[in-house]
């Protein structure tokens, strides 16, 4: 079975920074996407970023573009989620997902219901 495991979240002021992991593990297939979500409370859960593992085309919500990047080590199976200069607005449950062959489209990538495999979140907590 597909397994994912996020870690990395803790409480960092406004303006600090946190790198998620997300390791998988138990895939049979020789490609993936990978992609990070958020829930805040009362919120919809929403996409943040996603990342393939063979060609590391990356894709990012309009609101984490050139604050957050998005990684990939293939030997360690491994995706990460470099979080810069982070707002109180940030703060969320942070979840990674794994799409297996056939992909979403782009446009999808974004879209929770395209991912087959979930994490079990880890919680980002920016103070004021």
């Known amino acids: 079975d597909v397994q994912l495991q996020a870690s990395g979240g803790g409480l960092v002021q406004a303006g600090g920074s946190l790198r998620l992991s997300c390791a998988a593990s138990?895939?049979?297939?020789?490609?993936?996407?990978i992609g990070w979500f958020r829930q805040a409370p009362g919120k919809e859960r929403e996409g943040v970023s996603s990342i393939r593992r063979s060609d590391r085309h990356t894709l990012y919500a309009d609101s984490v573009k050139g604050r957050f990047t998005i990684s990939t080590n293939n030997a360690k199976n491994t995706v990460y989620l470099e979080m810069n200069s982070l707002e109180p607005e940030d703060t969320a449950i942070y979840y990674c997902a794994l799409d297996s062959p056939p992909f979403a489209i782009a446009g999808n990538r974004g879209n929770p219901g395209s991912y087959d495999y979930w994490g079990q979140g880890t919680l980002v907590t920016v103070s004021s």
């Open positions: 138990g895939f049979t297939d020789s490609d993936y996407d």
